[in-house]
């Protein structure tokens, strides 16, 4: 929507993924490029057909629980799905699912538009998230695959940023063309499926899943990288909340709609503006000690919100900074996990990784609500503190069970 037990010695001295014995520094960035592009479209679309799926459905007379209810089945469509992205990339290709996803991305979203049958939304929603999640696990491994050990902070750190921006540009096209008619449906799948013709470019540094030694079930990955499976589930927890509650939040703090909007906005520009700062800090020292940063500044940060809430431009700059900080716990996940790991055992990894941001997904949005209506209005921000309370003592509790780090 990342532990290193290998630290910095162990992030460049990363085997390599890829198909090729020894690719060109060249040709290797050319596929860094297209790969990072492609996410980037994926990012404009679905950031244009997810807000447009909602306002439709309520224009259609759908009630909000039932909105959230099948829109709470995307997650539900990723956990079933990742299990099953590697065995399938290994049997026809990573290029090839990778497309086919894409294109069934695309596809299911027009189907939204001729589905008039509330009822239908449910099957559909299942496919296009599944789709949605199997792309998205396999051209981040693909990424992490292709960056060089050395630099692989920074890689995903642009990686991240790049996604960002194709999050922030899909709402501004859609207060363009509207949630009207098939316009806005039919804009949102072609940016979907423009995003297959990078990745043909990537073809010739394709990543390898041989798999050597004893297959690894995906949730074994959990029990491995621990400190990096948890940091995507209170990342995913956190960010989908608050991408949910904020604007309530600034609503419930007496704010015009226009100004708890920018509460939004500023979460999404501090999510673009931070991640290669952090990225080229987690190439230089210990990731956990990054992670262990982001998420005590995520937890000072659920403080000093309340405490700036009535002050707008503080609120703006303390959650600019909150949020890019935070997303740290994501980009320098996948860091860790590319340096740890190769072949089919990334793919699962990364598939590992995706499932725990989809379990984050279920649980922060609700127990945000929870919050903001229990604890009215600073309630849902310090829910937020729980999550990143919980992530610090998995830390304490996997550091102090492990001499040398090698599980963190």
């Not at 995913?236 to 708890?260: D, F, H, K």
């Not at 900080?325 to 990894?349: C, D, P």
Request: net charge positive; with cysteine; aromatic share 8%.
């Amino acid at each position: 929507m990342t532990e290193p037990s290998v630290r910095a010695a162990g992030a460049s001295a990363g085997p390599s993924a890829l198909s090729a014995s020894a690719p060109d520094n060249g040709a290797r960035t050319a596929a860094l490029v297209a790969m990072i592009a492609s996410a980037g479209g994926v990012g404009a679309g679905l950031s244009l057909g997810l807000p447009l799926l909602a306002l439709v459905l309520e224009s259609r007379g759908i009630t909000g629980s039932w909105i959230g209810l099948n829109t709470a089945v995307a997650g539900f469509a990723a956990l079933a799905i990742t299990p099953f992205v590697t065995p399938l990339a290994a049997r026809i290709g990573a290029m090839r699912l990778l497309i086919g996803a894409l294109l069934t991305t695309a596809v299911a979203l027009i189907g939204f538009y001729f589905a008039t049958d509330f009822r239908l939304w449910f099957p559909l929603r299942l496919v296009f998230h599944g789709a949605l999640g199997t792309a998205f696990v396999l051209s981040e491994f693909w990424i992490a695959s292709l960056a060089p050990g050395a630099r692989r902070g920074l890689v995903m750190g642009i990686y991240a940023t790049v996604l960002s921006l194709g999050f922030a540009v899909g709402p501004l096209i859609l207060r363009f063309v509207g949630s009207h008619g098939f316009l806005p449906f039919g804009l949102g799948a072609a940016i979907i499926a423009l995003a297959t013709i990078p990745v043909l470019f990537a073809r010739g540094q394709r990543p390898d899943l041989h798999q050597t030694g004893k297959r690894r079930s995906v949730f074994a990955f959990v029990v491995g990288v621990p400190i990096a499976s948890v940091a995507a589930l209170v990342f995913g927890a956190v960010e989908s909340g608050a991408m949910a509650i904020l604007p309530v939040y600034g609503l419930r703090l007496g704010l015009e709609e226009g100004q708890a909007a920018l509460i939004v906005t500023a979460a999404a520009l501090g999510n673009v503006a931070l991640q290669i700062p952090i990225g080229l800090i987690a190439d230089r020292i210990d990731r956990v000690t990054v992670l262990v940063a982001c998420a005590l500044a995520g937890l000072a940060g659920a403080f000093v919100i309340p405490l700036v809430a009535d002050r707008f431009p503080a609120l703006l700059a303390v959650v600019f900074v909150w949020a890019g900080i935070i997303a740290g716990l994501y980009t320098v996940g996948l860091t860790h996990l590319g340096a740890r790991y190769s072949g089919a055992n990334l793919a699962a990894a990364n598939a590992t990784f995706v499932m725990m941001y989809a379990v984050g997904m279920m649980a922060g949005p609700p127990a945000m609500g929870l919050g903001l209506d229990a604890f009215a209005p600073h309630g849902a921000i310090l829910v937020t503190a729980v999550f990143f309370l919980a992530y610090l003592a998995v830390v304490a509790i996997v550091r102090a069970g492990s001499r040398d780090g090698a599980r963190a």
